[in-house]
């Protein structure tokens, strides 16, 4: 795990170091979601990569637990109409909850369509939201297969340099 790990975190770093700088969504964006950040990568005109990190911490004085996700997904835009763009889009995410209750190991498939708006004024500011299915594999304390309609990566507000 700590090898899928470290691989990710190279790949984004890499990523980051090799994007050029733009407007309207080309170039490097870093986002801020509830307990999220991710990094975008512009690939083409149509199309970037996204790697994000989530942290969340549960509990009161009895119980708490903590969860930690890693992963990334590749979209691709369907239609562009400034200031908005409607995209579809697909990936895979890691998440290990540890703690007091049980303790996990979530692996995911997912895809969807989005919506990323830039704000009046600026090429650089952007507000996306994302949602469409998801599977998911649980191991551990608790084990078993999830399938529904999620969220995917919620509310993001993004900057691009």
């Given at each position: 795990m700590k090898k899928a790990i470290a691989m990710i975190a190279v790949l984004a770093i890499s990523g980051m170091l090799a994007g050029t700088a733009g407007a309207a969504g080309k170039g490097m964006g870093l986002g801020l979601g509830i307990k999220r950040v991710d990094a975008r990568i512009t690939l083409?005109?149509?199309?970037?990569?996204?790697?994000?990190?989530?942290?969340n911490n549960m509990?009161?004085?009895?119980?708490?637990?903590?969860?930690l996700t890693i992963g990334g997904y590749?979209?691709?835009?369907?239609?562009?109409v400034k200031p908005?763009?409607?995209?579809?889009?697909?990936?895979?995410?890691?998440a290990i909850t540890t703690g007091d209750g049980p303790k996990t190991t979530k692996i995911s498939l997912f895809g969807g369509i989005g919506s990323e708006y830039f704000l009046p004024?600026?090429?650089n500011l952007s507000i996306e939201v994302n949602a469409?299915?998801?599977f998911t594999n649980m191991s551990g304390d608790a084990e078993g297969h999830l399938f529904g309609l999620d969220r995917l990566n919620g509310v993001t507000f993004r900057y691009y340099f």
């Open positions: 083409d005109d149509k199309s970037a990569a996204d790697g994000y990190l989530c942290f509990g009161n004085s009895d119980f708490s637990t903590t969860d590749y979209m691709m835009k369907i239609v562009n908005a763009d409607l995209h579809w889009l697909g990936g895979a995410e890691v004024g600026t090429e469409g299915v998801k």
